[in-house]
């Protein structure tokens, strides 16, 4: 079984410092990973996936998430946050030899402060 | 209308009360998806359907009944529930396969209440 693990619930952080919100995942198979945003009353929406390839992975709005397989980590981060990244990021897996079946974490709400 | 819609947005229903969620996609997809998102807890995923067809029941009790109509809406019906199947319930499309990823888009989801 697949299981993801966020351990900070809630992250206060200044505005223009920057952030990691941590991720590490339990998989005894390869997997997908991706990091969810949900601002509040939306839906998800996906901020950035690593399927393949380059293990760093970006974002268009300054985010990057970073996979290393030997601590099954899948942090992300930002060198620099603004007021409107205040929102709920949830880090989720698939398996992949599976085509939907997301396995979410917890969420960790990221406060970000003036 | 583009992206994925639900409505109602908020819904607060009786313990004894039947109500029924909406989700109504306009990507061409052909996969859809409930999960259910409460307080402190990981997304669930609840109900699947591919091409019309379920193909996931994640072991959710029967007091919630999923209809797939066509590729293009979902519903959720709701029947006696309890108060611990207050959450919010968001609906997911995507396009149809069994055999590679495809991204999943998610619409902003229906609160719920149960008194």
């Known amino acids: ?114 | 209308e583009t992206g994925v819609t639900q409505t109602p947005r908020h819904l607060v229903m009786g313990m004894t009360n039947k109500k029924s969620l909406k989700c109504e996609q306009h990507l061409g997809h052909n996969a859809m998806y409930w999960y259910k998102q409460s307080a402190k807890k990981p997304l669930e995923l609840m109900f699947v359907y591919n091409f019309k067809e379920q193909t996931e029941n994640n072991s959710v009790p029967s007091r919630f009944s999923p209809e797939c109509p066509n590729s293009s809406h979902l519903f959720l019906h709701l029947h006696t529930l309890q108060p611990e199947d207050s959450a919010l319930y968001l609906c997911a499309s995507s396009q149809g396969s069994q055999s590679s990823y495809n991204e999943q888009f998610f619409g902003p989801g229906t609160r719920l209440t149960v008194l």
């Open chain 1, 1 to 114: 079984a697949q299981s993801v693990t966020q351990l900070d619930s809630q992250v206060p952080v200044f505005e223009e410092a920057p952030v990691e919100l941590r991720c590490n995942y339990s998989s005894s198979v390869s997997v997908y990973l991706f990091w969810y945003v949900q601002y509040p009353n939306q839906g998800l929406q996906l901020l950035l996936k690593y399927l393949s390839g380059s293990t760093l992975v970006e974002s268009i709005n300054g985010f990057e998430a970073e996979f290393n397989k030997s601590q099954t980590s899948f942090h992300l981060r930002k060198p620099s946050v603004h007021i409107s990244d205040t929102a709920e990021y949830f880090c989720a897996v698939i398996r992949m030899d599976s085509s939907y079946k997301l396995i979410f974490g917890s969420g960790t709400r990221l406060l970000v402060r003036p």
